[in-house]
């Protein structure tokens, strides 16, 4: 499953010249990308963000990557009052599709073009079963925010909200090859979930009104499916933040 935001911190390492990161970095801010990595796989940190050994971009990691440019014009313009029709974000897709993989070498064993093909058909599925109504004027839009742990004796958390609905509902888009599983999804997108609210909360002075996860599925049938889950609760935070 791949969250379209952490191409944010995928791209940050690859402008490096080595991706590497000093310890001084590393404690002076936190992201909800790293510490998911931390969370999942110690080794896996090191090897990303402390050594920086840079791996080509998957065919998973390209397509998240593309289908979030899209989408981020796409709620562009509906924040400027615009709508953007289908040719336009067409070839917003074409031209993001060619961006993010030049100069990379992603393995894709023969299959671009179809892969290419399902990625704008995912698109396009998304456009018109999305819950979000034409008019709605979004909140914000790739807006990066920056939440002030040192209190508490933690780096300053840092990411970036890719989209807040009217009303205070934070979106998050994920692509995956499958359906998830509505049991296990607040748990496997707690530390997510919990650095967005954190994020909002310090940004906004209030508090979300829920958070949706829009799940963009590459299945042979692709669907779209969307969790909706309430606020950030104080359990979550407490976890997220441990007691001094």
């Known amino acids: 499953m791949i969250a379209l935001a952490d191409h944010h ?11 590497h990161r000093t310890i001084a970095e590393l404690t002076k801010t936190v992201s909800a990308s790293r510490l ?16 920086g050994i ?7 990691l390209h397509i998240g990557t593309t289908v979030h440019t899209v989408l981020q014009q796409w709620n562009l313009a509906r924040w400027r009052g615009c709508q ?8 917003t897709f074409s031209r993001a599709w060619m961006i993010w993989q030049d100069g990379e070498q992603i393995d894709w064993e023969g299959k671009e073009e179809a892969a290419k093909s399902a990625t704008w058909d995912l698109i396009q599925l998304y456009l018109h079963e999305t819950p979000i ?14 939440a002030d742990l040192t209190g508490h004796g933690l780096p300053t958390l840092i990411g970036v909200l890719d989209l807040v609905r009217a009303g205070g509902r934070i979106v998050d888009f994920k692509t995956s090859a499958r359906k998830p599983d509505p049991e296990l999804l607040a ?9 967005y609210g954190l994020l909002y909360r310090e ?42």
Not at 84 to 91: C, G, P
Not at 187 to 195: A, D, L, R
């Open 36 to 51: 998911s990595t931390w969370q999942r796989c110690r080794l896996q940190f090191y090897f990303r963000y402390v050594a």
């Open 9 to 19: 911190e995928e791209t940050a390492a690859a402008n490096r010249s080595d991706g």
């Open 133 to 146: 109504a034409p008019g709605e004027k979004p909140e914000a839009v790739e807006v990066g925010v920056e």
């Open 54 to 60: 840079q791996k080509s971009p998957t065919p998973a």
């Open 203 to 244: 940004a906004t002075g209030g508090k979300e009104n829920g958070i949706e996860i829009h799940h963009l599925i590459k299945t042979k049938q692709p669907k779209i499916v969307v969790n909706e889950l309430g606020p950030v609760t104080e359990g979550q935070i407490a976890r997220f933040i441990p007691s001094d």
């Open 84 to 91: 953007s029709d289908v040719q336009e974000l067409q070839e």
């Open 187 to 195: 748990h496997t997108s707690e530390t997510q979930i919990t650095s």
